[in-house]
């Protein structure tokens, strides 16, 4: 099977093929494994319709990671692999610790766009200052606040990566009508023949420690055998049993939870077709050229993305460990495929190669993060509110 080549590559964005496509057949990792819970402790569970050769069936499935789940993973997987310096590219970040930090910011320490929930335009970004300026009204800041499908070469040069996963301007300081672009890039991973398990829950306490010793609510927090010292209400001292402050044994019960399956698949897509909607002007020009060059790079950077995912396997979360061989990767278009390889040294490779060429057409890509300073209004906003968390956590 042929290497991708940047040649074929450009070829493919040009108008070639409409996407990328790969699917990965995968395997629990032990027989029982636990999906993802939504709001009321459920599952996302639906019936979908599975192709064979002759004929498609309905099939009971599970959702194992979601679109935007695996979007969290590939963008956290480019973010080690740049700290890692196996990978170059535009990064936007808001330093917190500085140069004389508080402990608490220094815990917090950098945040970049590939963390934060809104990508570029997170609120994170809005309350941050920029060469002394608030971000959104500095020149990078305002390049940004215009840009949209037609002219995406602001964020192009600060934080490609919000180009192939998309975003939506739609902070309320903004105003209505926010940029927004669509996703490009899209995987999701989906247990296929699921059938419902049970969870069971039980534990032992080694102290024996009876639930009917009376024991009382402490004031401040914790637990006290005297009622003279106890919390009180209006009934008196408060009192409590040992199992609310995790003593004593909890009876074995059983409960819905968990599922088994036939078998798992991760469905992964670049929308050649999303990224041709976007245009590059540069100097207010804009050639075809430019903007082939800039859609290069942003597939390049989607297939970076899964090909360094790939490095760290499908260990999703708690007993929900996946295996299996990543799948071959195709472009396809017009009802034809086109099979290639690649792997996440070629992937930087590829990026490194499309970004010299859009470097060469004058497009920005700058390899030195644009790195933003917090306001002391968030610094402190962040301040009070952890060393809030710390008291309540500290009272339980």
């Known amino acids: 099977m042929e290497r991708l080549s940047l040649a074929s590559l450009k070829l493919a964005v040009e108008g070639k093929y409409a996407a990328i496509r790969r699917v990965t057949r995968l395997e629990p990792v032990g027989e029982k ?18 192709r064979t050769e002759t004929a498609t069936q309905p099939v009971e499935t599970v959702l194992l990671d979601s679109v935007q789940s695996q979007a969290n ?48 335009c997170d609120a994170i970004f809005w309350d941050a200052i920029y060469k002394g300026e608030r971000f959104r009204q500095s020149t990078v800041g305002r390049e940004l606040n215009s840009s949209k499908t037609t002219n995406a070469t602001a964020v192009f040069a600060v934080c490609p990566t919000a180009l192939i996963f998309g975003y939506w301007d739609s902070n309320a300081r903004q105003g209505a009508g926010g940029a927004r672009v669509q996703r490009a890039l899209f995987s999701e991973i989906v247990g296929y023949q699921k059938v419902s398990g049970k969870r069971t829950s039980s534990r032992i306490d080694p102290l024996q420690i009876d639930n ?16 003279a010292e106890a919390e009180q209400d209006k009934s008196g001292p408060v009192k409590i049993d040992p199992s609310a402050v ?55 950077l989607g297939l970076a993305a899964i090909c360094f995912l790939d490095e760290e396997g499908y260990d999703l979360r708690s007993r929900c460990l996946l295996d299996g061989k990543p799948g071959t990767m195709q472009f396809v278009g017009r009802g034809e495929t086109y099979d290639f390889s690649l792997d996440a040294d070629g992937a930087a490779s590829l990026l490194a190669q499309a970004a010299n060429e859009a470097k060469n057409l004058n497009l920005p890509w700058s390899l030195e993060p644009v790195t933003l300073q917090p306001s002391a209004e968030l610094s402190r906003l962040v301040v009070e509110s952890r060393k809030k968390s710390m008291s309540v956590d500290a009272g339980k």
């Open 33 to 50: 494994i636990f999906p993802p819970t939504y709001l009321g402790g459920k599952y996302a569970e639906e019936q979908r319709q599975v």
């Open 73 to 120: 993973r590939m963008e956290m997987a480019l973010l080690r692999a740049y700290d890692a310096g196996r990978l170059k590219m535009p990064l936007l970040q808001v330093d917190f610790a500085g140069d004389r930090p508080d402990e608490i910011l220094s815990a917090v320490g950098r945040l970049t766009a590939l963390e934060a929930p809104h990508r570029w």
């Open 246 to 300: 995790i003593h004593g044994n909890i009876p074995p019960t059983i409960n819905d939870g968990g599922v088994t399956m036939a078998y798992a698949e991760q469905q992964t897509v670049i929308s050649l077709a999303a990224l041709r909607r976007l245009r590059f002007p540069v100097s207010a020009v804009t050639s075809a050229n430019i903007d082939n060059a800039a859609r290069t790079v942003l597939a390049a």
């Open 212 to 227: 009917s010793v009376e024991i009382y609510a402490q004031k401040g927090g914790g637990w006290i055998f005297s009622p």
